[in-house]
């Protein structure tokens, strides 16, 4: 039983970069268009052309400086749940730091020497985060608090009798936003249901590259098209864009603003501690000691809001059932919290739970159909129906999607 609540909570976790991202087959349907006069004068491809020249990559080196920027237009309680606000006290662990990423604009230098070597180094004002992965050593450190978070970067937990534990996610891979792994990512995961072209020219990070435009072939999607800047000399994805159907400015984009393809210095993956430096060992956390560190994170672990509204149903009293509608870009995964639970009864109980309130407050209008009766929370990117009977609708789709989709749910 504790497997299979393990298991529902693992793809709950994973439900909405799944829906984002828009799972589909494994075949790939090609738009046979051409780049145009749109930025520098760069030879015809196509986009299969375009696509082979990415795969066929084999930069490992570089540094340069990149941008992340999120505007998921987050309600102000979301925002701060999510991390928008920041992390009080400024944690060295990496999942912590995800969390801050989760809103803004973020800059942060960036070097690689091959799989086993990269440093990223954010730029929030004039505190940083630096992430060092030097073969199978990970360090986190925070300017701001001076404390540095150590792990291995074999993503195994050592057992009480030392013996070889059970695996989890890289601690190096916990930050993996750049452009090249969002690229990577979406090409692997575009299907039958996407239309991908080549769409104009441009110059990123001062350097000539063609644009991939990846647009869904029907309506319903939050997504009108993302669309990847690649390199024209070297294949490297140098920008990721995501771009919402109603317009405006993108939901996402990560890109490098400056960029060098030579071999970095060999001290720049070199790190040790500061003196006076509190460092906290992965193992340490993952064991639970120093408070709340055994927790997990997830999307739905963010909302402390939702986990009352819930009768906590990440793991804890609820069922966690998960199972996905639809396909490609309008797909939504449906979690059967099992809560027991009315939006209507909390909403009128003088007794219920501060933060369900204040989460349920933060919610948009009130709808109903078949399903029954319950709430949407939106965002520019997500939207999430929470039914009266305890079950949650999410996806990267529009609200009448959404609530069409639940609607028709068996």
Same mark, same amino acid.
């Given at each position: 039983? %504790? %497997?299979n609540?393990?298991?529902?909570?693992?793809a709950?976790r994973?439900?909405?970069p799944?829906?984002?991202?828009g799972?589909?087959?494994?075949?790939?349907?090609?738009?046979p %268009?051409?780049a145009?006069?749109?930025?520098?004068?760069l030879?015809?491809?196509?986009a299969?052309?375009?696509?082979?020249?990415v795969?066929a990559?084999?930069?490992?080196q570089?540094?340069?400086?990149?941008?992340?920027?999120?505007?998921?237009?987050?309600?102000?309680?979301?925002s701060?749940?999510?991390?928008?606000?920041?992390?009080?006290?400024?944690?060295?662990?990496?999942?912590?730091?995800v969390?801050?990423?989760?809103?803004?604009?973020?800059t942060?230098?960036?070097?690689?020497d091959?799989?086993?070597?990269?440093?990223? /180094?954010?730029?929030d004002?004039?505190d940083?985060?630096?992430?060092?992965?030097?073969?199978?050593?990970?360090?986190?450190y925070?300017?701001?608090?001076?404390?540095?978070?150590?792990?291995?970067?074999?993503?195994?937990?050592?057992?009480k009798?030392?013996?070889?534990?059970?695996e989890?996610?890289?601690t190096?891979?916990r930050?993996?936003?750049?452009?090249?792994q969002?690229?990577?990512?979406?090409?692997?995961?575009a299907g039958?249901?996407?239309?991908i072209?080549?769409?104009? &020219?441009?110059?990123?990070?001062?350097r000539?590259?063609y644009?991939?435009?990846?647009?869904p072939k029907?309506?319903?999607?939050?997504v009108?098209?993302v669309?990847i800047a690649?390199?024209?000399?070297?294949?490297?994805?140098?920008?990721?864009?995501?771009l919402?159907?109603?317009?405006?400015?993108?939901?996402?984009?990560? $890109?490098?603003?400056?960029v060098?393809?030579a071999k970095?210095a060999?001290d720049?993956?070199?790190?040790?501690?500061?003196?006076?430096a509190?460092?906290?060992?992965g193992?340490?956390?993952?064991?639970?000691? $120093?408070?709340?560190?055994?927790?997990?994170f997830?999307?739905?672990?963010?909302?402390?809001?939702?986990?009352?509204?819930?009768?906590?149903?990440?793991?804890?009293?609820g069922?966690?059932?998960?199972?996905?509608?639809?396909?490609g870009w309008a /797909?939504?995964?449906?979690?059967d919290?099992g809560? $027991?639970?009315s939006l209507?009864?909390?909403?009128?109980?003088?007794?219920?739970?501060?933060?369900?309130?204040?989460?349920?407050?933060?919610?948009?209008?009130?709808?109903?159909?078949k399903?029954?009766?319950?709430?949407?929370?939106?965002?520019?990117?997500?939207?999430?129906?929470?039914?009266?009977?305890?079950?949650?609708y999410v996806?990267?789709? &529009?609200?009448d999607?959404l609530?069409?989709?639940?609607?028709?749910?068996?």
């Amino acid at each position: 039983m %504790a %497997a299979n609540t393990k298991t529902s909570r693992k793809a709950a976790r994973y439900a909405v970069p799944v829906a984002v991202a828009g799972v589909a087959a494994a075949t790939v349907a090609m738009v046979p %268009a051409f780049a145009n006069a749109g930025g520098p004068d760069l030879p015809k491809v196509t986009a299969q052309q375009l696509i082979e020249k990415v795969a066929a990559s084999d930069v490992q080196q570089l540094t340069g400086t990149a941008k992340l920027s999120t505007d998921l237009g987050l309600p102000t309680l979301a925002s701060g749940l999510l991390g928008g606000g920041g992390v009080a006290g400024g944690s060295a662990d990496p999942q912590d730091k995800v969390a801050q990423l989760a809103n803004g604009t973020h800059t942060f230098r960036v070097a690689a020497d091959g799989p086993d070597r990269q440093k990223l /180094t954010f730029l929030d004002g004039k505190d940083e985060y630096t992430l060092v992965h030097n073969g199978t050593d990970v360090w986190g450190y925070d300017s701001k608090s001076n404390e540095a978070f150590h792990d291995k970067a074999d993503g195994k937990e050592a057992g009480k009798d030392g013996a070889k534990g059970k695996e989890h996610p890289k601690t190096a891979d916990r930050l993996a936003a750049s452009p090249q792994q969002l690229a990577q990512d979406l090409l692997k995961q575009a299907g039958p249901t996407t239309d991908i072209a080549v769409g104009d &020219t441009a110059q990123v990070a001062g350097r000539d590259a063609y644009q991939l435009v990846l647009k869904p072939k029907h309506g319903g999607s939050t997504v009108g098209s993302v669309q990847i800047a690649v390199d024209a000399k070297n294949g490297v994805p140098l920008r990721v864009q995501v771009l919402s159907s109603q317009g405006g400015k993108p939901i996402a984009e990560a $890109g490098f603003t400056q960029v060098d393809f030579a071999k970095p210095a060999a001290d720049a993956f070199s790190f040790a501690p500061p003196k006076g430096a509190k460092v906290t060992e992965g193992a340490d956390k993952a064991a639970g000691k $120093g408070g709340d560190h055994g927790k997990e994170f997830g999307p739905l672990d963010s909302f402390p809001g939702l986990d009352a509204l819930t009768g906590g149903a990440n793991g804890k009293d609820g069922k966690g059932d998960v199972k996905v509608l639809g396909e490609g870009w309008a /797909t939504v995964a449906r979690i059967d919290t099992g809560a $027991g639970k009315s939006l209507g009864d909390i909403e009128k109980d003088k007794n219920a739970p501060k933060e369900a309130k204040q989460f349920l407050n933060s919610l948009g209008d009130k709808v109903s159909g078949k399903f029954g009766e319950g709430r949407i929370f939106s965002t520019r990117l997500v939207n999430a129906l929470i039914t009266d009977d305890g079950k949650v609708y999410v996806g990267a789709v &529009t609200k009448d999607q959404l609530v069409k989709t639940a609607n028709s749910a068996k």
